[in-house]
């Protein structure tokens, strides 16, 4: 009865949150997984600069505990600068190895981290990018929207916003490789979700991408004026242009 009433009350909330419209041009969102205060100290920075706004996807046990992580004063700052803060977990486990139980106690306590420092959570990014049906069940009872970390474009993400793709920008990337993509979001019309785990200014390893090729990146999105929104305002903030 609780997963069921869960469900209902997500549809609910999906139906009143959203507009009856949808972008026309193409979109792009920037979303962080895992929490590298290298998102606050190199990316934050370069989107900023554009006035460009993203989804951070924290692991919350680690904030401020772990010089590797961000703290609630970073964060806070992300914000206000109207950042997404969305779920990505309380111990990042892979929740298709755990029990329902388990699985819904570790998201439950991201929630109500986040929560507790004013943040309302929409949205959620698996762990590892790793989750099967009976995992998507328990998401659907507490959130409105889940990303995935595979997938390319966005496909009539209307009618699935449960499964949104994502293209992972990671080394050895580079602007070059990634500028197609962005073209052909503009040639269609889609929205391209871009997922990041940290980035660095210089020698970037497995899962980092460069601080210089970001900057391309959101130079390029920049100049071809295409908007720029958080997760969860595609669905909640998506209008006719």
């Known amino acids: 009865m609780r997963m069921f009433l869960g469900v209902l009350f997500s549809a609910i909330l999906f139906l009143f949150a959203a507009p009856a419209y949808c972008y026309e041009e193409a ?17 934050f920075p370069i989107l900023d600069k554009y006035n460009f706004s993203a989804t951070l996807y924290p692991v919350t046990k680690y904030i401020g505990d772990d010089s590797w992580y961000v703290n609630w004063n970073q964060i806070s700052v992300l914000g ?15 929740m298709t190895k755990l029990s329902d139980e388990d699985s819904a106690q570790d998201i439950d306590l991201s929630i109500r981290t986040l929560e507790s420092q004013g943040f309302k959570v929409r949205s959620y990014a698996s762990p590892f990018g790793e989750y099967d049906e009976r995992v998507l069940r ?7 929207y889940h990303r995935k970390a595979w997938g390319g474009l966005a496909e009539n993400p209307e009618k699935n916003h449960y499964e949104i793709p994502a293209v992972e920008l990671k080394q050895p990337m580079t602007f070059d490789d990634v500028k197609p993509l962005i073209d052909r979001a503009v040639k269609e019309k889609k929205w391209l979700v871009f ?18 090729e ?6 390029y999105v920049n100049n071809l004026k295409i908007k720029v929104i958080v997760f969860s305002d595609y669905f909640e903030g998506r209008r006719k242009k």
């Open 27 to 43: 979109v792009i969102t920037f979303t962080f997984d895992d929490g590298s205060e290298t998102i606050f100290t190199n990316a």
């Open 138 to 144: 328990l998401v659907k009872t507490r959130f409105l």
């Open 195 to 212: 997922l990041l785990h940290a980035v660095v200014e210089t020698n970037p390893q497995e899962f980092q991408f460069s601080a210089a």
């Open 214 to 219: 970001l900057e391309k990146i959101a130079d």
């Open 80 to 94: 206000k600068r109207g950042w997404e803060i969305g779920s990505h977990s309380h111990t990042h486990p892979d």
